[in-house]
C-alpha cells in the first residue's frame, strides 16, 4: 500500500470510494455530507456506503451515493454458518469493487480488516492512540480532532476529507435525506386524511432510542398544552420500540382533553423515510437530541432541542433555523453519562422549566414565520 502522512489524495485518479459509518441512525445522516463534498470533488468517481442495515435509510436516495452495503446485526442471532455466509458474501461485493480510496469514519475494529481485504491506494481514519502501530501499518492518511475544544459532528466527518485535500464548501456541508416519491405520497395521503395542511401543525417527537435524553412526561405534556393553547395542533411521532411508546402514552393522557383533540398520534406508525417526509411538512419539531432531530434539521424545519448530557455543540441542529434549550444551572453538563451517576435520569434536563421551553419555542416560531406561508 502506498504511505503518505502529508500529500494530498490525487482525486483525479479515483475511480471508487468506499465510506464506512458504523453507528446509529443520527451518526449516518451526520456523514450525509461526506459524499456531497466527495462527489464535488471528484465527479468521475463512484461513492458506496458501509453502514448497518437499519441505518441504509438514511442515505438511501442519497444523488452522490451510487451502492449501500450493509451489515445486519441479526447475522449473529441466526447463528455461526449464517453469520459467516452473509460476511463472506459482503466481502465478495465489497472486493469485487475494487476501491481506490477506504474513508473510516468510526473507530470501529472493522476498519483494520476492511483495509487489509480490500487494499486501497489510499486510506484514511482518525488519528488514534490504542493499536496505532497497526492502524498505521494499514492506512495512510489520519485525521486529527481538537483535544480539548468541542467539534460538530458534521466537521469533524469532513475532516476526514480536509486531510486528503478537500475544501468543502457551505453547500456542499448541509444534511441530505431524500425521503423518496413513495414516501412523500403516503405522507401527503396521511396528512389528507387527518386534515392537516402543510405547515399547519408541530412535529413532536418526545422520545429517544436513550431514555435518559428524555424530558419527564409531565413537563412534555404541560408543553404540548401551551403549543395546543396558542391554536397549534401537533403531530406525536415516535418509533416503535416499547418503551418509547410507553413516554408517549404517559404524555398523551396527562395533556388537556383540549389538547388531545389537536394532536394527531403516528407513534411506531411511520418508516424512516416517512417519518422524514413528515417533517419536511411540519412548521416546526419539538423533540430532544436524538436521530429525528437531525432529520428535521436536514429536512430544513425549525427546530425545538432539548439537550442534558450530550454536548449541543457536538450534537446540534445542523445549518437550520434552531434554538437548544439547555440547564444553566449544571456545570457538570454536557457530562456524557447515562443519568445522573449512570442513574439513567439527567437531571439537567428533567428540570428544565416548562415556562423557558415554551418562549424559546415561540421565539423561534417568530424568527422563521416565512415558512409557515411556504409550499412545501
Known sequence: MSSSLTDAVPLSEIRRVLVTKLRHHGDVLLASPVFSALKQAA?????????????????????????????????????????????????RALRARRYDLLIHLTEHPRGLALAMLLNPRYAVTRERAAGAWFWRSRYTHFYRLPKATPRHA???????????????????????LVPGADAEAKVDALLAHHRLAPRGFVQAHPGSRWMFKCWSADRTAALYDRIAADGHRLVVTGAPDPRERELVESILAAVSP????????????????????????????????????????????????????????????????????????????????DGCGGGKISECLTTLAVDDVHAQFAALLAETGARAARAP
Not at 419539538?286 to 434539521?297: C, E, L, N, R, S
Not at 454536548?311 to 440547564?327: I, L, N
Request: glycine share 6%; net charge positive; hydrophobic share 45%.
Open 43 to 91: 465527479p468521475q468517481a463512484e461513492i458506496d456506503a458501509l453502514v448497518y442495515r437499519e441505518t441504509a435509510p438514511m442515505l438511501a436516495n442519497h444523488p452522490a451515493v451510487a451502492r449501500i452495503h450493509a451489515i445486519d446485526r441479526e447475522w449473529k442471532r441466526r447463528g455461526v454458518a449464517v453469520q459467516l455466509a452473509e460476511e463472506w458474501r459482503l466481502q
Open 154 to 176: 458534521v466537521e469533524a466527518n469532513l475532516d476526514a476529507l480536509r486531510r486528503i485535500g478537500i475544501q468543502p464548501d457551505s453547500a456542499s456541508r448541509r444534511l441530505v
Open 258 to 337: 383540549r389538547t388531545t383533540a389537536n394532536i394527531v398520534d403516528l407513534t411506531g406508525k411511520l418508516a424512516l423515510s416517512e417519518l422524514a417526509a413528515l417533517t419536511a411538512r411540519a412548521r416546526a419539531f419539538v423533540g430532544v437530541d436524538t436521530a429525528p432531530m437531525h432529520i428535521a434539521a436536514a429536512m430544513g424545519t425549525p427546530t425545538l432541542a432539548l439537550f442534558g448530557p450530550s454536548g449541543e455543540h457536538e450534537w446540534g441542529p445542523w445549518m437550520v433555523a434552531s434554538r437548544v434549550v439547555v440547564s444553566t444551572a449544571h456545570p457538570c453538563r454536557p457530562c456524557g453519562i
